[in-house]
């Protein structure tokens, strides 16, 4: 008995694998989809992508072929290929633009490239790809029952480029003068981030790093030039302060400003 409970579970796989190979040789469309729908509902995903592949062209058209394609989408989504399936979420939504699942399609296509957004660090092509097609998402379905989910996603990518974008303009501010006026790249990172993401969490960092830039300038400038820039200092402390009244920097950024005024000769 002990036996036939040890070797049933292997009898029942290998009978599994031996359906699975007829399905795959069999040249009926309707058994290949009912099988592909059973191992999607049983998260055999792989075998679902791979009988879904050879379906989607001969069942284009048909009353099978819209459903067929999105759960080809769906079954790379659910295994963790969001690239793939970004491919085929958007062949969906562009074929049936009105389509049954047009409203996942678009959802899934942006959540799948979030769900694949590496770290600050490294390449964001993902996570701009991502905010592109949430943001179409919105456009198209405002009133979706996953408009907050999109939204929290793409704020939280927002944070993410800005992040990156801060993490460039103090590698500039840390080179200083190295090879070149870094101070000056990390300020127009800086006025460029803040341009783009005027609400972003990390906006005070960028207000400091323009401040101290501009401060680093001044200091190293030329005589003829220092007065100028020292102005310049006082004034990006002023809109500093303003931005940002009880900021944990208010008296690194007063210190700054004692400096700058006086050899300003305010």
Do not use: W
């Not at 191992?39 to 009988?51: E, F, M, P, R």
């Amino acid at each position: 008995m002990r036996k036939l409970l040890y070797y049933l579970p292997l009898f029942m796989f290998v009978c599994s694998c031996s359906e699975y190979t007829n399905v795959l040789k069999s040249k009926d469309l309707d058994y290949k989809f009912d099988y592909a729908k059973k191992a999607y509902d049983k998260k055999q995903y792989l075998q679902a992508s791979t009988l879904l592949t050879d379906l989607i062209t001969p069942l284009r058209g048909g009353p099978k072929g819209e459903e067929s394609l999105f759960l080809l989408a769906m079954s790379y989504y659910e295994n963790k290929d969001y690239l793939n399936s970004a491919v085929y979420f958007k062949t969906y939504y562009n074929r049936y633009p009105k389509g049954k699942y047009t409203e996942l399609a678009r959802f899934y296509s942006g959540y799948g490239y979030y769900l694949d957004s590496p770290d600050p660090q490294l390449d964001q092509t993902a996570t701009i790809k991502a905010i592109q097609e949430l943001d179409a998402f919105l456009d198209y379905f405002p009133k979706s029952d996953k408009v907050t989910i999109a939204q929290n996603a793409i704020f939280e990518m927002q944070d993410k480029l800005t992040l990156k974008q801060l993490q460039n303009a103090q590698l500039y501010y840390n080179l200083g003068n190295y090879m070149g006026n870094n101070y000056e790249s990390a300020i127009v990172v800086s006025q460029n981030a803040l341009k783009d993401y005027p609400y972003s969490k990390y906006k005070e960092d960028f207000e400091l790093l323009i401040l101290k830039s501009k401060f680093q300038e001044a200091k190293q400038s030329v005589s003829e030039r220092q007065t100028d820039r020292y102005r310049d200092v006082v004034d990006e402390y002023f809109s500093f302060i303003n931005n940002n009244p009880e900021s944990k920097h208010k008296k690194e950024a007063e210190t700054i400003y004692k400096i700058a005024s006086k050899h300003a000769g305010l």
